[in-house]
């Protein structure tokens, strides 16, 4: 069932109020790869009515004000995407097609979407309950970031937002929290996971430099940002103030990592899996395609990518669901009437990172003075694919399911580390899960760059090609890899570019596509090498491209003409099968 999103549908549930109201930039789609629609399915699991609003006419009342005002909370959300980075090219053009759009079209989704929310709810409530900001948009915007759209450091979301609360990270836990607290008429300032303003900072609290001080020193930016990045970690990390104006904003310590039947139970939630009917009638939303027969495994990455935020909004601790979970969801996607036999993805934020995490960090916290996956995979990581093939086996048991794609990236460093089970995995995975191609994401060559972006040697790579070829041919299929890049990436010289379509030429024997201009988001350490021009890891110069001509160039010398090979046009390496999985 869905969550209401008219008076209508309030009114055949029996409610005549509610008491949270959730407000997004992406169109309504029940799923349980929606935020908003989690928050909203586990508090009503928890007794709270709950609506949704979903991207609302800025310039009308008729959106806002068409399911009242709620008893607790409005609850704002940007969305799945940043707005900024839905709306916005690399090249600050703007967008002129949303996924989450009915239609396709970019049209709904105000610039700063979260921001603009909050000023409509005030407009048309004065003196309402309080604004809690969520989603990824305030959560990577929680303390004083980098704003490439505006090039400049902008304060915590809060403030600018003038909300009550931020509940920062996936919240499903500290959303119930919340709402029971403030049902209780108690105060929320102690849950985790959540972020407020304050006359003082509590004692005890660690400080940061101030937004003034980050947004005039760049040296004071990394030294924040270090300090904020550290203290993100459930086990170890310690409470953050950080004065904004003449006020404090007070981060509280991260909720430890949901348990396998916590993340069982809220998958457990019943979801359409389908466009509100509101909704559907302005036409199809493409992201429902990608989402709504795919299966999500565990949550969390322990890669540290650079240019990533996973870390600060996932964790880098890894949450499983256990199989039997996965295995029952599977059979309802079966037994859905618009299942055609495929799951588009069996996988997380990395695919294979299901079934094993370090011991030391679940009890002492991740380790900050070095990484589980770079420069290598470390010892104590014991990489174990096992448990994932185990889950496979279990899927394609399923007689009602034809095919089951991973479509999810892997981690190519994971498999060539797993001694025991990583050639039988990747075999696996050759034999029954890639749907003619299999998506990887090297992103560059260059070993300054690839450091920079907190990415394996690329000796990893070609040895992965060679591996992913030869089983292929052994299993009698046409497949191929698919390979993301990044241009423009901090430290990525033209140069850099150059040798990397060497590569390209030589060792893939081919130029991939997909090749990106680095966008810099808040919250990741790429975007504080863009600002500053600094490597951080070694408190050295960075060279950054930042001119509009110079980025188009590293991205040319790829997929531009220049970037050809001299024998011609590029061949299509991505065609289907031949020869389809059984």
């Known amino acids: 069932m869905f969550l209401p999103a008219t008076q209508e549908e309030m009114a055949q549930l029996g409610w005549d109020a509610l008491d949270v109201i959730l407000v997004t930039g992406d169109a309504y789609i029940d799923s349980p790869f929606i935020g908003v629609a989690v928050i909203g399915k586990i508090l009503a699991q928890h007794g709270f009515r709950v609506g949704i609003i979903a991207q609302p006419d800025l310039l009308s009342e008729r959106d806002i004000t068409r399911l009242g005002e709620p008893a607790l909370f409005w609850g704002i959300t940007g969305g799945s995407i940043d707005s900024m980075v839905a709306n916005r090219t690399a090249s600050n053009r703007k ?181 509100h009917p509101r909704d559907r009638q302005a036409g199809r939303v493409a992201a429902l395609d990608t989402i709504r027969f795919a299966l999500t495994t565990h949550r969390g990455c322990y890669g540290e990518c650079h240019f990533c935020a996973i870390a600060v909004h996932q964790g880098r601790t890894i949450q499983n669901r256990s199989v039997d979970s996965i295995v029952r969801e599977a059979k309802v996607l079966a037994a859905h009437p618009a299942f055609k036999g495929t799951i588009a993805d069996v996988g997380g934020p990395t695919a294979n990172m299901y079934g094993f995490e370090c011991t030391k960090k679940l009890t002492k916290g991740a380790c900050r003075d070095k990484r589980c996956l770079f420069p290598s995979v470390c010892p104590s990581l014991k990489v174990d694919h096992g448990p994932l093939m185990a889950l496979l086996q279990r899927l394609r048991a399923i007689n009602t399911i034809k095919k089951i794609v991973v479509a999810s990236g892997l981690r190519y460093d994971m498999i060539l580390a797993d001694r025991k089970n990583g050639l039988n995995y990747l075999r696996e995975v050759v034999r029954h899960h890639v749907s003619g191609q299999m998506k990887i994401a090297p992103e560059h060559s260059n070993a300054g760059v690839l450091a920079a972006m907190g990415k394996p040697s690329a000796d990893g790579l070609v040895q992965f090609r060679q591996l992913f070829n030869r089983l292929t041919k052994e299993e009698g299929l046409e497949q191929f890899l698919t390979y993301y890049l990044i241009a423009a990436h901090p430290g990525c010289t033209q140069a850099a570019m150059e040798e990397l379509r060497s590569f390209c030429q030589k060792e893939l024997h081919l130029l991939p596509r997909q090749v990106q201009l680095f966008t810099p988001t808040p919250c990741t350490w790429s975007t504080l090498m863009y600002w500053t021009e600094t490597d951080p890891f070694t408190n050295t110069p960075c060279f950054v491209e930042k001119s509009e001509a110079g980025r188009e160039r590293q991205k040319a010398a790829i997929v531009g003409d220049a970037g050809r090979p001299n024998n011609g046009p590029r061949a299509n390496r991505f065609a289907a099968p031949k020869k389809r999985n059984k």
């Open 95 to 275: 967008r002129k097609t949303d996924d989450y759009t009915p239609g396709g079209l970019n049209t709904r989704r105000p610039d700063r979407a979260v921001i603009a929310y909050a000023n409509l709810i005030r407009q048309h409530f004065k003196g309402t309950v309080p604004l809690v900001l969520g989603g990824i948009e305030a959560s990577l915007r929680r303390i004083a970031h980098y704003d490439a759209w505006d090039n400049r450091i902008r304060r915590s979301i809060l403030f600018d937002a003038k909300a009550d609360y931020l509940l920062y990270g996936m919240a499903d836990r500290s959303v119930v929290q919340l709402a029971q607290a403030l049902t209780a008429g108690q105060s929320p300032l102690s849950i985790r996971g959540l972020c407020y303003a304050a006359a003082a900072p509590p004692e005890g609290a660690l400080m940061l430099p101030t937004y003034q001080t980050t947004a005039a020193n760049k040296k004071a930016f990394i030294s924040m940002f270090r300090t904020f990045y550290d203290n993100n970690d459930p086990v170890s990390a310690q409470t953050l103030v950080q004065q904004q104006d003449s006020r404090f904003l007070v981060h509280n310590p991260p909720q430890p990592p949901l348990s396998t039947e916590e993340l069982d139970a809220i998958h457990s939630l019943e979801f359409e899996r389908d466009l």
